[in-house]
């Protein structure tokens, strides 16, 4: 079971209901409780799109930072946990808007092409995710956002300020070249 989950119990007022309500207080003390129980998520999410650990934990650190302002609006509905992870990803995009530079008049849209399944299972989750973070930055980005937390092209072109045409560019362009190191690493394991 995990940590964000064991204060999830019910009575008159959890552990992470009174943490909270700290935190709409302000009081530090819960700010920093909260901040370590949900780092190792929220982190995981930042690093799907940035890899370099200073701007990973800027971005995180922001994220936190404005969910810490925000938190008198979570009106208890709903999984605090998704709350803050939607407060988090709006600090990764902006900070993605902000860094990286998207070629605007790539508008080619190549036909979807699929990993065969064989390739992908012999694949631990971490290689995985290491080719994908091998990938162009705002391929990786526009790759994460559309696999990873299921936006849809129309609102990852809202989010960073890219065309629908771009963003189905980038992420058939990241298909297309994690294809190709799959391939390579299955033809290389097999020598």
Request: glycine share 6%; with cysteine.
């Amino acid at each position: 079971m995990s940590i964000a989950l064991a204060y999830t119990v019910s009575g008159h007022a959890s552990e992470l209901e009174q943490l909270i309500q700290g935190c709409i207080r302000n009081e530090r003390g819960a700010q920093e409780k909260l901040y370590h129980l949900f780092y190792p998520r929220m982190m995981a999410l930042v690093k799907r799109y940035i890899d370099h650990s200073e701007q990973a934990e800027e971005v995180l650190n922001n994220g936190f930072l404005r969910a810490f302002q925000k938190v008198g609006q979570y009106n208890f509905q709903g999984s605090f946990e998704g709350w803050l992870r939607k407060i988090v990803f709006h600090a990764v995009a902006d900070y993605v808007k902000q860094n990286t530079r998207y070629a605007n008049n790539v508008v080619l849209v190549e036909k979807d092409q699929s990993v065969e399944n064989g390739h992908a299972e012999k694949l631990y989750y971490d290689q995985l995710l290491k080719l994908v973070q091998e990938l162009p930055d705002a391929t990786r980005n526009v790759f994460n956002m559309y696999v990873m937390e299921g936006f849809t092209h129309k609102e990852i072109s809202n989010l960073i300020g890219i065309s629908e045409g771009t963003s189905k560019w980038h992420l058939s362009e990241g298909r297309r070249i994690l294809k190709e190191k799959i391939e390579r690493m299955e033809l290389h394991l097999k020598m």
